[in-house]
């Protein structure tokens, strides 16, 4: 999360002060405001023909070597299906259909203050898996055994995936 010392604008020393009920950085001389918005992030949930989910394992930090859904931040020109389907493209070598929306889940984060985890379901036509980017590794797992995932947000939608596709 990061605090500035002057206005990314005018330059000028930022002060805090209480504003739209949160203590908030702004700046007096130009009228910024430095709001602590999440970071927008797509999880991409991918099952098999035989009802397998799919997961990679980390190849970065944060939770390296730990499995989890496929998936990453957002760029400023995609929309989140578009994002989900490049980012599923980069880690599995997976071309991704989007389907439903999962949902969503808020999550602290020691970098970004707080991400927002938006869960869309992919469809796939063809499951030749090929790890690339972030990922060391991707496989398809057995719902009632899944590797333990770091993220609390991405264990919540795996749970709402889990309900609504009856696999639980």
């Given at each position: 999360?990061?605090?500035?010392?002057?206005?990314?604008?005018?330059?000028?020393?930022?002060?805090?002060?209480?504003?739209?009920?949160?203590?908030?950085?702004?700046c007096k001389e130009c009228g910024w405001i430095h709001y602590l918005n999440p970071v927008p992030v797509v999880s991409c949930l991918v099952?098999?023909?035989?009802?397998?989910?799919?997961?990679?394992?980390?190849?970065?930090?944060?939770?390296?070597?730990?499995?989890?859904?496929?998936?990453?931040?957002?760029?400023?020109?995609?929309?989140?299906?578009?994002?989900?389907?490049?980012?599923?493209?980069?880690?599995?070598?997976?071309?991704?259909?989007?389907?439903?929306?999962?949902?969503?889940?808020?999550?602290?984060?020691?970098?970004?203050?707080?991400?927002?985890?938006?869960?869309?379901?992919?469809?796939?036509?063809?499951?030749?898996?090929?790890?690339?980017?972030?990922?060391?590794?991707?496989?398809?797992?057995?719902?009632?055994?899944?590797?333990?995932?770091?993220?609390?947000?991405?264990?919540?939608?795996?749970?709402?995936?889990?309900?609504?596709?009856?696999?639980?």
């Open positions: 999360m990061i605090n500035f010392k002057y206005c990314p604008i005018c330059k000028e020393l930022l002060e805090e002060s209480f504003i739209e009920g949160k203590d908030r950085q702004h099952s098999n023909g035989k009802g397998e989910l799919l997961l990679i394992k980390r190849g970065i930090e944060p939770c390296l070597g730990a499995w989890a859904l496929p998936g990453g931040y957002m760029e400023i020109d995609e929309t989140s299906p578009e994002a989900g389907a490049r980012e599923l493209l980069e880690e599995t070598g997976l071309d991704g259909i989007p389907g439903r929306l999962v949902g969503l889940s808020m999550e602290k984060s020691r970098i970004y203050g707080s991400i927002l985890t938006i869960g869309i379901e992919y469809k796939v036509e063809k499951y030749d898996l090929n790890p690339g980017d972030d990922a060391e590794a991707a496989a398809f797992f057995d719902t009632k055994n899944l590797p333990k995932n770091p993220f609390k947000s991405q264990r919540e939608l795996v749970e709402k995936f889990l309900e609504k596709t009856g696999k639980q």
